[in-house]
């Protein structure tokens, strides 16, 4: 190792092994610079001399937490006509709060899925600049969608003429898209397969892009290189973009049981925001949720509950994916419990929220787990999470690209 090396080791009672599912008594784990490079026991690692010790005691490490589904420009108490009102620059300056509160919870990576004027690609680039404070990103740029569907805009009159960014109809003009999004700095395809909860005028259960869409899409993705996203809370929605190949499914809500194998035979995964319909519920009408987005919710979110408990039971690969943005950024860990009681144990929440979205990503090599060789991303608790899942609502420790951005245990 090169002298100039910043050597930086955390003790702790307790560390999660992600890979392998089990839980590491006495941990030590030993970064150089942005790395880790020896992680396991007190017996099996050797402390290098010349080190910055951190002594953690009653906490338990674990991989930096992964949202696969944010909206960080997007502001939980401005919804519906409320979000008119503020210009690309403003959501864009609400983002970079945004994703402070979302690294200071421990979400050390995220996949923006759909923001304006590629606002997201803005706040990638500022925090890998060090401009500003802010989880990794994987960004889509504006979401596809068909005319008139939920990742249109569909609240003003026909005289305002008013297009969403990613709207494109039709096979060639999907690829144009994802083409442009992608020369914008787009990592990832988030597209809008069914009609959604908060956008007016459309039904939850109804399929939006046919499947010959929905393959040209996907196909002109892949062959870039880039994942796929797919809004589908309806059934045959959900089917049809599996069929097409896409990666990942948001919501999943009106699952069947087809829809269960199909994830299983094609290796999707599946995002299931399990927490934001209590938000929705509870402040939603305050925030500006319209009526018909409140009545959808109260149909939807009990099924998508309820649809969760299966997917789980199936064995689907599982990804934690919050909505936040629609609920307030930095409580995206309130869903760890949620995903407990409705049939996960904590292990595999704590699974869905690390190893799996490395993989979903593509990033296992560098992201996910505490490795040696992996990136220094790595959150520390009080106590024991997999007595307490609640506990990941209040991370103490919090390293990025190994620097300790949050330590309340000092
Ligand atoms: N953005 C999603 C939509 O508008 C939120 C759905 C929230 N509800 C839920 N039960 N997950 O469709």
Redesign the pocket.
Known sequence: SAACAKTTVLTADRMIDVENGKLITNAVVVMEDNTIVAAGTKRSVTIPADSDVMELGDYTLMPGLMDMHVHLTSDATKHGYKRLADSLPRVTLTGVKHAEATLMAGFTTVRNVGAPGFADVALRDAINDGDIQGPRMFVSGPSLGVTGG?CDNNLLPYEFHTVSEGVADGPWAVREIVRRNIKYGATVIKFCGTG????KGTK?GVQQYTFEEMQALVDEAHMRGLTVAT?A?GTSGIKTAIKAGVDSVE?V?LLDEEGIELALEHGTYFSM??Y??EY?LSEGEKAGILEESLAK?RI??KR?RENFQKAVKAGVKMVFGS?AG?YPHGDNGKQFARMVRFGMTPMQAIQAATIHPATLLKQQETLGSISAGKKADIVGVKGNPLDDISLLENVGLVVKDGHIVKSVAM
């Not at 959604?196 to 956008?199: E, I, N």
Request: proline share 0%; hydrophobic share 40%.
């Open positions: 939920h959604g909860v908060l956008s939850v809004h809370h919501h809500s925001d399990i934001v319909t929705i919710e939807v979110g998508q909505d629609v």
